[in-house]
Structure formats: C-alpha cells, structure tokens
C-alpha cells in the first residue's frame, strides 16, 4: 500500500460520493404520480369526487358516473359547447331535426276497451356511417355499423324490469305501449325468467324503407322529448355488449362516442383513449360574443376529440386534489372550503400566487338546487297530516340558509325558495318561501303544534331524535355537518349523524333507508318540469322523487304543466305547484349554486356547461408548456442536502488529520537509506 496516497483518494472518493447524492436528488427524483413521458403528451388530468356507480348508459344517473358516460355513449342531440342563453341542442348522431306531428288514434286501456288519444308522433333519421366500438363482443372484435333498431333496443332495456333504469317513468307514461311492455316483463320478471325483448312497443317504429329512420309514438304532447334525445340513457346499444357482459356492462362499456374505456381500476382511475370507430364530429365554429377574444374559437374547424386520452383519478379527500392541482398534475379543480383562502383572498379575486402562474379563475352558475329530503314513508317526518307538515315546516325555518351560504359555500350561490333555478322559465325572483325564512321563534311553535314542545318527544318524555344521512365524510364535509347540527339542536332536537362514502349514501337514499338527508338537483334539461317532476308521484324513488312524496293535487297540475310549451298558463300552473309543495314541505331548499374553478393555462376551450358533461371532448393541452411548468413548480429544494454535505465534511476533518498524522509516522520510521519499516 502506498500511503502517501491513501489520503488524497480517501478525500476525493467522499466529495465524490457526495456530489453523486446531491446529482441524483437534483435530477432524479420527484413526486409525479404520471410516468416522466406523459406530462408532454396529448393527456388531459382530471379527478372525481368518488368512484363511478356505474358506466352502464341505462342505469348511471350520477354526476361522477356521467362525467365518463357522456363521452362513451354519444345521443340523438348534443348541446352546442358555446351557445349559451339559451342553450341550443346540435344534432351529434342525427343526421336531421325530428319532425313532429300531431296524430289521432285508438289506443287499448288497461280495462281492453279502446279509447281516441291525441297525441304526437316523432320521426327520427340517424347518420349512416356510425359504428360501435372495437370490443370481442363482436365478430372479430370489429364494432358492427349502427342502425335504427339499436335505438329503439335502448328504450327497451329503459322498459325491462330486470334493469334499474332511473328515468324509465320519463317514458313509459308517454311512449304508446310502453307500460304494456314494462307490464308483460315485470310478469315474467316474477317467475324468474328473462325479460322478452321480442315484445313490441307500439310507440316505437322502424321504418321497413329505411334502416336509419325510427318513430316514437306519444300518448300525449311532449316537447321536452328533445331534450331526453340529448341524454346517454338514449343512446344506440349493441344487443351484443349486453348478451356478452350483462351486469357487467357497468365496468365494460360498449359505446360509439369519442373515446373508449381502456384501464379502470375501482377507487383509483379511469383512463378513456380516442375512439378509432369515433363519429365526426367538430369543434364549433361560432360561439358567443367574447367567445374568440378569450381564445376559445381558436381550435374551431377542427376534428374531435383534441386529446388522445382522458385519465379521471378519483380523488376523495378534497385538499389531496388540491395539492395535485398546485403541484400541475390536475389539469383543473374547483374552489372550495379546502382551497379558499389560498386561491381567491376575496370573491373575484384570483391571489397574486395563482395568478403569476398563468392559473385562470372561471366563475358559472349552475341549472341545478340542493336541498333536504324527508322521507315522506317514515312514520315520524313522513305523512301527509297536520302533525306531521308542522314538524317538517319547523325544521325547515330552523335552518338559516344566509348563514350556510356564508358559511359552506363563502357566500356563493343564490338561496332557493323551490326548484326552478334562475334562468328557466317559472323561476319567480319575487317570490318568498314562508317556510323558508329563518324564524326560530315560529319555529319552536311550529314544533309544539306537531306535538313536542321544546323538541320533547312526549312518548318517551326526551328530546326528538332526527337522523341525518349524509356524505360528509372528509374534512370541509365535517364543518359544514357541524353547521347543520348546530341549527337543528339550537330547534330542541337531537340530531344523530350518519356519514357514509358517497356511492353508500347514495343507495341508502335510493333504498329509502333514510330519515332525512341532504340531496340535489343537476338539470339534465333546462326546462322547468326536469325540476317540478322531483315531487311527481309516478317519479317516485329510484325514480328522481327520492322523498316518495306523492300528493294527488300536485300530480295533477304537474300533468297538466309539463305537456305546455312556455305561455303565461304555464307559468300560472308553475306557480300552483310551488305553493302545494311548500305547505307540505316535504324538501327544505337550500341553494341554487353559483361556483369557481381554477384552470392551468395549459388547458385550453375551458367553457363550463351547466348541463353537459361532455366538455372534455373540447379541451386542448399543451403537453410542452405543461411539462416545463410541473418542472419549475416541483424543482426540489437541495439547500437542505447542500448543507448536509457541508456538515459532512467538515466533521470529517479533523478524523482525516488523525490518519494524516499516522501516516507521517509510519514514514518517518522508514530508514534514510531506504531499508523498509513497517
């Protein structure tokens, strides 16, 4: 061994050691939940609340669950991306508007004799050059070429007991022969056979000239009709896909639209890629004034989809989102309680921090109203007497929407005296819920007349109890349920609590097996009766009307409603409906919302519909300007590892004097003649 080196090398080997950590942690190391490649590509990063409930067309009624939906199981209509005010429907896989005529015939009744029905029949024409997806399903795995018939297979399947369609009452009091059909399934049903498809529908025809035209038939006039030809549950199905996978069609969807479904991992992410069967379709090239000065004309012309994949992550806890979102892994996310104080220091303000970035702030308000349900079956708040409305009316005057507001939502949004939001014809902006002012004075009195006075429940000489079902299970969730506790225990009652994970809540409510329960209301079509039919009878649970509140009245002047197009009459009708409804108050209404998000900048044509979910077909993303951002906005902070070094060899020093002086010694025992000495 030679020492005269042995100290040099020791020095150089340890700053070079050091030096490779401190390359490695620079360089190397990150925190991207994305494989490197990705961030630069042709990929759009969102996130879901929860996980879907279901991706079958004929069942998902979720806003989650159709927010992957919509882009797999295109419709007759779409909505225009940017028309606003009102919102237009384009034709997405028609190939021209309906036309639609009044007709008089004779119908079976129930009883078999026959009766003259004025109704209205509709004609529909399809393009010719839409097919289904790839899938085994199919001969060769090639998805087939879609004709008339696949439609009117879809509103069968709406009609068959076996499936828990949640809209099927939207069409099988109006659809000629529809109930008919539901009836002689629902037999079979019974004896535990399979569902006859083979049955027909007088209401829905094909045309034997033309294997792209087909008929409805309705047993009255319905102009909302149009609308319900814009939703997935009408979509084109392929017979195939549902022989094939049956309940499984929820996790393995067979559809036409613009992208197909090609990872899914329960609770994780959902990942869509372009569809190569997709149908043409193009971006829009007129809009609203201000349209193109905001840069969303920009794409105009060109072919859909402007990304190649879709991956939604399903992200719970809401500041998980968040930090993903500042870390530029989510592409946008909402403002909420999670992020308030960090993104917007007051209403309309984006913070100075977000906006150096390039982050854009984008108010919209929604077609939609949350609320509280009773269930109006439950032997306590249900019912239709005077003891039982008077509970109900004191625990709606109980709750001060102002102060919820304020509170939940940091004063955005519009407190909801009904249904109807502002916007569709029948809201009236004048008028006043008595049931929803926020009176505790009344509302203890109210109590006492329902027969507990001071909240005491003269049976078992204790407070009423109320339970609550809700999904509040994260943290901004907790503090907007300690706000509702506190009202209802300020009323004289106890209030026991029931959090559970969205999709659980959400059965629990389409089971009945709740009490009382925070819910709401996206529009799925911008009229007046897609809000007034939450307390329609027939609608009754899984139906939309989740309460199960079916008053006789109500019905009939909802009937008489929603077959009118917009005249003064309806709105009178309109009116009638919102004053039964708040004497019986089988919901408390909360608010009608109003919401910010903040986009990245390089996520482009950002316009939120109220209604549509389809937007992400629209969204472009520059992968470059995104991939440079993330690695600005997560250099890793070395200073800390810098030092460490520092430390490191320093500490060092004196250690190495020791073997310096060691070595010395043993060379001054080496002989001057040169004779070893070890």
Same mark, same amino acid.
């Given at each position: 061994?030679?020492?005269?080196?042995?100290?040099?090398?020791?020095?150089?080997?340890?700053?070079?050691?050091?030096?490779?950590?401190?390359?490695? !942690?620079?360089?190397? =190391?990150?925190? @991207?939940?994305?494989?490197?490649?990705?961030?630069?590509?042709?990929?759009?990063?969102?996130?879901?609340?929860?996980?879907?409930?279901?991706?079958?067309?004929?069942?998902?009624?979720?806003?989650?669950?159709?927010?992957?939906?919509?882009?797999?199981?295109?419709?007759?209509?779409?909505?225009?991306?940017?028309?606003?005010?009102?919102?237009?429907?384009?034709?997405?896989?028609?190939?021209?508007?309906? @036309?639609?005529?009044?007709?008089?015939?004779?119908?079976?009744?129930?009883?078999?004799?026959?009766?003259?029905?004025?109704?209205?029949?509709?004609?529909?024409?399809?393009?010719?050059?839409?097919?289904?997806?790839?899938?085994? =399903?199919?001969?060769?795995?090639?998805?087939?070429?879609?004709?008339?018939?696949?439609?009117?297979? @879809?509103?069968?399947?709406?009609?068959?007991?076996?499936?828990?369609?949640?809209?099927?009452?939207?069409?099988?009091?109006?659809?000629?022969?529809?109930?008919?059909?539901?009836?002689? #399934?629902?037999?079979?049903?019974?004896?535990?056979?399979?569902?006859?498809?083979?049955?027909?529908?007088?209401?829905?025809?094909?045309?034997?000239?033309?294997?792209?035209?087909?008929?409805?038939?309705? #047993?009255?006039?319905?102009?909302?009709?149009?609308?319900?030809?814009?939703?997935?549950?009408?979509?084109?199905? %392929?017979?195939?896909?549902?022989?094939?996978?049956?309940?499984?069609? %929820?996790?393995?969807?067979?559809?036409?639209?613009?992208?197909?479904?090609?990872?899914?991992?329960?609770?994780?992410?959902?990942?869509?890629?372009?569809?190569?069967?997709?149908?043409?379709?193009?971006?829009?090239?007129?809009?609203?004034?201000?349209?193109?000065?905001?840069?969303?004309? %920009?794409?105009?012309?060109?072919?859909?989809?402007?990304?190649?994949?879709?991956?939604?992550?399903?992200?719970?806890?809401?500041?998980?989102?968040?930090?993903?979102?500042?870390?530029?892994?989510?592409?946008?996310?909402?403002?909420?309680?999670?992020?308030?104080?960090?993104?917007?220091?007051?209403?309309?303000?984006?913070?100075?921090?977000?906006?150096?970035?390039?982050?854009?702030?984008?108010?919209?308000?929604?077609?939609?109203?949350?609320?509280?349900?009773?269930?109006?079956?439950?032997?306590?708040?249900?019912?239709?007497?005077?003891?039982?409305?008077?509970?109900?009316?004191?625990?709606?005057?109980?709750?001060?929407?102002?102060?919820?507001?304020?509170?939940?939502?940091?004063?955005?949004?519009?407190?909801?005296?009904?249904?109807?939001?502002?916007?569709? !014809?029948?809201?009236?902006?004048?008028?006043?819920?008595?049931?929803?002012?926020?009176?505790?004075?009344?509302?203890?009195?109210?109590?006492?007349?329902?027969?507990?006075?001071?909240?005491?429940?003269?049976?078992?000489?204790?407070?009423?109890?109320?339970?609550?079902?809700?999904?509040?299970?994260?943290?901004?969730?907790?503090?907007?349920?300690?706000?509702?506790?506190?009202?209802?225990?300020?009323?004289?009652?106890?209030?026991?609590?029931?959090?559970?994970?969205?999709?659980?809540?959400?059965?629990?409510?389409?089971?009945?097996?709740?009490?009382?329960?925070?819910?709401?209301?996206?529009?799925?079509?911008?009229?007046?009766?897609?809000?007034?039919?939450?307390?329609?009878?027939?609608?009754?649970?899984?139906?939309?009307?989740?309460?199960?509140?079916?008053?006789?009245?109500?019905?009939?002047?909802?009937?008489?409603?929603?077959?009118?197009?917009?005249?003064?009459?309806? %709105?009178?009708?309109?009116?009638?409906?919102?004053?039964?409804?708040?004497?019986?108050?089988?919901?408390?209404?909360?608010?009608?919302?109003?919401?910010?998000?903040?986009?990245?900048?390089?996520?482009?044509?950002?316009?939120?519909?109220?209604?549509?979910?389809?937007?992400?077909?629209?969204?472009?993303?520059?992968?470059?300007?995104?991939?440079?951002?993330?690695?600005?906005?997560?250099?890793?902070?070395?200073?800390?590892?810098?030092?460490?070094?520092?430390?490191?060899?320093? @500490?060092?020093?004196?250690?190495?004097?020791?073997?310096? &002086?060691?070595?010395?010694?043993?060379? &001054? &025992?080496?002989?001057?003649?040169?004779?070893?000495?070890?």
């Amino acid at each position: 061994m030679n020492h005269k080196n042995f100290l040099p090398r020791t020095i150089t080997f340890g700053a070079l050691l050091a030096c490779l950590c401190l390359a490695m !942690f620079a360089t190397g =190391c990150g925190n @991207s939940p994305y494989p490197a490649a990705n961030s630069s590509r042709s990929i759009l990063y969102l996130a879901l609340t929860d996980d879907v409930k279901s991706l079958d067309p004929t069942i998902a009624y979720d806003v989650d669950s159709g927010s992957v939906v919509n882009l797999l199981y295109p419709a007759y209509f779409n909505y225009d991306y940017l028309k606003r005010n009102p919102l237009q429907l384009d034709l997405c896989l028609g190939a021209r508007m309906p @036309s639609v005529k009044p007709v008089t015939y004779l119908a079976a009744t129930p009883s078999g004799s026959k009766k003259m029905v004025n109704g209205q029949l509709w004609t529909f024409q399809i393009r010719p050059d839409l097919r289904f997806q790839n899938d085994p =399903c199919f001969p060769n795995g090639q998805g087939r070429q879609i004709t008339a018939a696949d439609f009117i297979y @879809s509103f069968k399947r709406m009609a068959d007991p076996s499936v828990p369609c949640p809209i099927v009452a939207y069409f099988d009091t109006k659809i000629e022969g529809m109930a008919a059909y539901e009836a002689h #399934n629902r037999k079979l049903t019974d004896e535990h056979k399979k569902s006859d498809y083979s049955y027909p529908i007088t209401g829905l025809q094909l045309d034997s000239k033309n294997p792209y035209i087909f008929r409805i038939l309705l #047993n009255h006039p319905y102009p909302q009709l149009r609308y319900l030809m814009a939703m997935s549950f009408t979509s084109p199905l %392929a017979h195939e896909a549902v022989d094939t996978y049956g309940a499984h069609l %929820a996790t393995h969807p067979v559809g036409c639209g613009q992208f197909v479904l090609t990872k899914y991992v329960p609770r994780g992410e959902i990942v869509l890629k372009k569809n190569p069967n997709r149908p043409v379709e193009y971006y829009p090239s007129t809009g609203m004034p201000g349209d193109r000065a905001a840069g969303l004309l %920009a794409d105009a012309g060109k072919r859909l989809p402007l990304v190649n994949t879709v991956q939604f992550n399903i992200i719970r806890e809401g500041i998980t989102a968040w930090n993903e979102f500042r870390q530029g892994y989510l592409d946008d996310t909402g403002v909420s309680q999670n992020n308030f104080q960090q993104a917007m220091p007051r209403p309309d303000y984006l913070s100075p921090d977000l906006a150096a970035r390039g982050i854009r702030l984008v108010k919209s308000v929604g077609i939609d109203v949350d609320y509280y349900i009773f269930n109006m079956d439950d032997p306590v708040v249900g019912g239709y007497s005077a003891r039982a409305r008077h509970l109900r009316q004191a625990i709606s005057m109980a709750i001060d929407e102002h102060e919820e507001i304020d509170l939940e939502t940091l004063g955005l949004g519009t407190p909801a005296q009904w249904l109807v939001p502002p916007g569709l !014809f029948g809201y009236d902006p004048n008028y006043t819920n008595p049931y929803r002012v926020f009176n505790l004075i009344k509302a203890k009195a109210l109590l006492a007349q329902a027969g507990y006075p001071n909240g005491v429940d003269p049976e078992t000489h204790r407070r009423l109890v109320l339970y609550y079902d809700n999904s509040y299970t994260d943290a901004a969730g907790r503090q907007t349920l300690a706000l509702h506790l506190r009202e209802l225990d300020a009323l004289g009652i106890d209030v026991v609590s029931r959090s559970f994970r969205y999709n659980v809540f959400q059965d629990h409510v389409n089971n009945g097996q709740f009490q009382f329960a925070n819910w709401g209301w996206v529009a799925d079509y911008p009229d007046p009766e897609n809000f007034a039919f939450l307390l329609y009878g027939p609608n009754k649970r899984p139906g939309p009307n989740e309460s199960d509140y079916n008053n006789p009245e109500y019905n009939s002047v909802f009937e008489q409603m929603q077959t009118m197009n917009d005249t003064p009459q309806r %709105a009178r009708l309109i009116a009638e409906l919102r004053n039964i409804s708040a004497r019986d108050c089988p919901l408390i209404y909360q608010r009608h919302s109003e919401t910010y998000a903040l986009v990245q900048p390089w996520l482009k044509n950002f316009k939120p519909n109220p209604i549509a979910l389809d937007s992400p077909e629209y969204y472009r993303i520059n992968g470059q300007l995104r991939a440079k951002l993330q690695n600005q906005w997560n250099r890793p902070t070395v200073w800390p590892l810098v030092m460490g070094v520092i430390v490191i060899l320093v @500490s060092a020093v004196p250690a190495l004097n020791v073997v310096k &002086r060691r070595a010395n010694r043993h060379v &001054r &025992r080496n002989s001057p003649q040169g004779a070893t000495g070890l």
